[in-house]
């Protein structure tokens, strides 16, 4: 149960309110938003809760216990700080969020109602709704290391431990050309052989997807000519001249690990553990096979 501040009691005990929702968006950038559903800007704590914004919200509903409680927030695309190419590029996803039930005519006499992430958001031509999921939502995200047999570090993170900035590791490039938005035809990477990329990492330096990054599905290099083919198509359009930086990229398996970085004694997977065939199967005869010792020594 909330505790109100005293003014904020007496007001809602008088029987006529006047409140409005605010909402604060803090992305992952540090931009900092405000929004409310009331007819003219609000300010507290620093923030300009700009209104005729066209939000609005569902019922918040809690409950006790660690289940992720949920609220809804709609919008039209209709504010200068919220743009379609923003929400597509996801410069949103994972944003932090807060709301507040705030008195319009003193806003000193607020409460904070809910804060968490911003989860799955669906746009159309005119308008956005974002999911609020509870802080609670953390604790149903997977902790912890995967016992499998391939590296579950990232290429070139402080668990890896590989320098990609070395001279071989690292390509920028320049689009010549797009198909269907995510297949890129470069220039400037004309050095690294076809497949050096697969699995890579694509930042984009210049153009509408400045700052976004995308995983790298293929890699070919045809007559000097490179062609990357992206998991997914950026949020954001790519044109012709746009510049990107590319890194390397690494399948997480041993034999990768060890032949193309020279790294393997930093892989972080489990490339001896005995797969299905092997721990379902039997002691074969005086052969002395599978008989609960190591199998590499």
């Not at 799955?120 to 047999?149: H, M, N, P, Y």
């Not at 035809?185 to 699995?199: I, Y």
């Not at 995983?215 to 007559?223: F, M, N, R, Y």
């Not at 001896?272 to 599978?290: C, I, Q, T």
Request: glycine content about 12%; hydrophobic content about 40%.
């Amino acid at each position: 149960m909330k505790t109100l501040p005293p003014g904020l009691q007496a007001h809602l005990d008088s029987g006529a309110t006047t409140l409005a929702w605010c909402w604060r968006i803090i992305r992952a950038d540090g931009t900092t938003m405000g929004f409310t559903d009331h007819d003219r800007d609000l300010t507290f704590d620093g923030t300009v809760f700009a209104a005729a914004t066209g939000f609005t919200t569902s019922e918040i509903e809690s409950s006790l216990g660690l289940s992720v409680d949920n609220l809804e927030v709609e919008g039209a695309l209709s504010s200068d700080a919220i743009t379609e190419a923003d929400i597509s590029a996801g410069h949103y996803d994972g944003a932090a969020i807060e709301a507040w039930r705030v008195n319009w005519t003193d806003v000193a006499q607020r409460v904070l109602m809910r804060k968490g992430l911003i989860g799955e958001i669906t746009r159309g031509k005119l308008a956005f709704r974002a999911e609020l999921r509870g802080l609670s939502q953390v604790l149903d995200q997977r902790q912890g290391r995967s016992f499998q047999r391939t590296c579950d570090a990232d290429l070139g993170d402080g668990r890896c431990k590989f320098n990609l900035n070395q001279a071989g590791f690292t390509g920028a490039g320049t689009v010549t050309a797009v198909a269907r938005g995510r297949i890129i035809t470069a220039s400037g990477l004309g050095a690294f052989a076809t497949g050096w990329f697969r699995h890579g990492l694509l930042t984009w330096a210049s153009g509408e997807s400045a700052g976004a990054r995308m995983e790298v599905k293929a890699h070919k290099l045809s007559a000097g000519v490179a062609t990357i083919e992206l998991w997914h198509p950026m949020g954001a359009p790519v044109a012709v001249g746009d510049t990107f930086n590319v890194t390397a990229g690494c399948d997480k398996t041993l034999n990768t690990c060890k032949g193309r970085f020279s790294n393997a004694a930093n892989f972080r997977g489990f490339p001896h553990m005995p797969g299905a065939d092997k721990a379902f199967s039997y002691v074969v005869g005086e052969s002395g096979e599978n008989d609960g010792g190591s199998f590499f020594n």
